[in-house]
T-cell receptor, first 116, second 113 residues
Framework: AQSVTQLDSHVSVSEGTPVLLRCNYS??????LFWYVQHPNKGLQLLLK??????LVKGINGFEAEFKKSETSFHLTKPSAHMSDAAEYFC??????????????FGQGTTLQVKP | DAGVTQSPTHLIKTRGQQVTLRCSPK?????VSWYQQALGQGPQFIFQ???????QRGNFPDRFSGHQFPNYSSELNVNALLLGDSALYLC????????????FGPGTRLTVT
């Protein structure tokens, strides 16, 4: 069965400094992995996705993530944080065989705080 | 191009009552999934509908049921509401057999008193 662990429940950075949000996954199959962002009282927005193509994935708003199979990790990074990046971030794995429905399994989330 | 829409945005119900939440998928999508997000938690999968059939179900009791219509829109019904059903209910749409990403609506905030 697939699962996701977000290693930090809360990350605080200063504006203009790098962001690192850590995620480890467990999967018996080649996973599809995603990062979603949720701003307060909003729905979920897809930041980026990994689906077995390039291991370094670029997303929206300057975010990127690197798939490392040997470490079962999919960490999210951004070179320079902006105040508008403050939000809840979810690492997500898609359930692939046997169900094949693409059910999403979410981590517990990481709250990103950006200080001026 | 309209994204995923949900109605209503907020709802307050009393324990024991029944509620119906609605979702219209993104244009071109044929699959609808429902998730429950309790406060401070990640979303939990409730079930998924494709071709008007429930294709997979998460670990939720039979009080939670759904329906998909020929135009791909969907409803989530919850009977005999409990206080613990208070949550943000998210609808996501996707293409069956596609690239797995799901697009989410803004959610319906259900409060059970």
């Amino acid at each position: 069965a697939q699962s996701v662990t977000q290693l930090d429940s809360h990350v605080s950075v200063s504006e203009g400094t790098p962001v690192l949000l850590r995620c480890n996954y467990s999967s018996s199959y080649s996973p599809s992995l995603f990062w979603y962002v949720q701003h307060p009282n909003k729905g979920l927005q897809l930041l980026l996705k990994y689906t077995s193509a390039a291991t370094l994935v670029k997303g929206i708003n300057g975010f990127e993530a690197e798939f490392k199979k040997s470490e079962t990790s999919f960490h999210l990074t951004k070179p320079s944080a902006h105040m508008s990046d403050a939000a809840e971030y979810f690492c997500v794995v898609s359930e692939v065989p046997p169900s094949n429905t693409g059910k999403l399994i979410f981590g517990q989330g990481t709250t990103l705080q950006v200080k001026p | 191009d309209a994204g995923v829409t949900q109605s209503p945005t907020h709802l307050i119900k009393t324990r024991g009552q029944q509620v119906t939440l609605r979702c219209s998928p993104k244009s071109g999508h044929d699959t609808v999934s429902w998730y429950q997000q309790a406060l401070g938690q990640g979303p939990q999968f409730i079930f998924q509908y494709y071709e008007e059939e429930e294709r997979q179900r998460g670990n939720f009791p039979d009080r939670f049921s759904g329906h998909q219509f020929p135009n791909y829109s969907s409803e989530l019904n919850v009977n005999a509401l409990l206080l613990g059903d208070s949550a943000l209910y998210l609808c996501a749409s996707s293409s069956w057999g596609g690239s797995r990403e799901q697009y989410f609506g803004p959610g319906t905030r259900l409060t059970v008193t």
